[in-house]
């Protein structure tokens, strides 16, 4: 998995990339994500990568030349995915995160201000990305996120491969709760099943109780895995 990260806070994301399992995966060589400054693609001797929006209003927008100027250096005429981040992009999902992990090349454009240039997303970018229903400061964290929620499916990246098998919305249903050492811990305890070495009634109830914890906290996600059963 090969990955660049455009950023005019390089320093943001590659501080962000240093820890974890993304960390580990990149000084092992399973992953190649790279940043760059998108100051570094400007041609004015200021650097200025912003300017104020057509038609007035508030903020100021990221210009289209360096991010063209970036994708098209980085690319290197080669075929790549052009991720923008954005807000109003399309939801983060486990189906997209394992889609851009199997892509040879992703490149991962860093919003900023009051948003980017419509010419990028139109004419640059292969896809826009959103991690939440919420604006942050930039795109830079949602870079992280989407690098780091994307890893998780190449190989090599997380030890247990069954551990990726089973997150949370893997089966389209939250996670069970887990419980470790010490079985008894101020009177709490551990569910006696979970004990029992009955492997057989550990998957039940581990079942049963993914189900009870997405009905009560996300029963949107049921409704949709029941729509998408009705489509097949």
């Known amino acids: 998995m090969k990955v660049d990260i455009v950023s005019i806070f390089p320093r943001m994301v590659e501080a962000g990339l240093r820890e974890g399992v993304v960390g580990r995966a990149i000084e092992a060589g399973i992953i190649d994500v790279r940043v ?3 100051r570094s693609f400007t041609t ?3 650097h200025v990568v912003d300017d104020s929006p057509f038609g007035g209003g508030p903020g100021m927008v990221l210009k289209p030349e360096p ?3 970036a994708v098209e250096a980085i690319a290197a005429g080669r075929q ?7 807000p109003d992009g399309k939801g983060l999902t486990p189906d997209i995160a394992r889609r851009l992990s199997a892509q040879e090349h992703v490149i991962i454009l860093c919003g ?6 419509e010419r990028v997303r139109e004419h640059l970018a292969t896809e826009v990305i959103s991690i939440g229903d919420y604006v942050l400061s930039g795109g830079e964290l949602a870079a992280l996120v989407i690098v780091d929620a994307a890893a998780r ?10 551990s990726v098998a089973n997150d949370t919305f893997s089966q389209g249903l939250l996670d069970y709760p ?5 079985a008894e811990f101020r009177g709490y305890q551990v569910p006696q099943v979970l004990l029992s070495g009955h492997h057989a009634e550990i998957e039940r109830w581990r079942r049963q109780q993914a189900l ?5 906290h996300r029963p949107d996600l049921l409704e949709r895995t029941a729509k998408e059963g009705e489509k097949s």
């Open 153 to 162: 499916f190449v190989p090599g990246v997380v030890g247990d491969d069954e």
């Open 80 to 86: 790549a995915t052009v991720v923008l981040t954005s």
């Open 178 to 182: 887990q419980y470790t050492r010490p």
């Open 44 to 46: 004015d001797r200021h």
């Open 112 to 117: 900023r201000y009051e948003g980017v240039d």
């Open 67 to 69: 991010l063209f100027a």
């Open 212 to 216: 009870e914890r997405t009905r009560r």
């Open 36 to 38: 760059h400054d998108l």
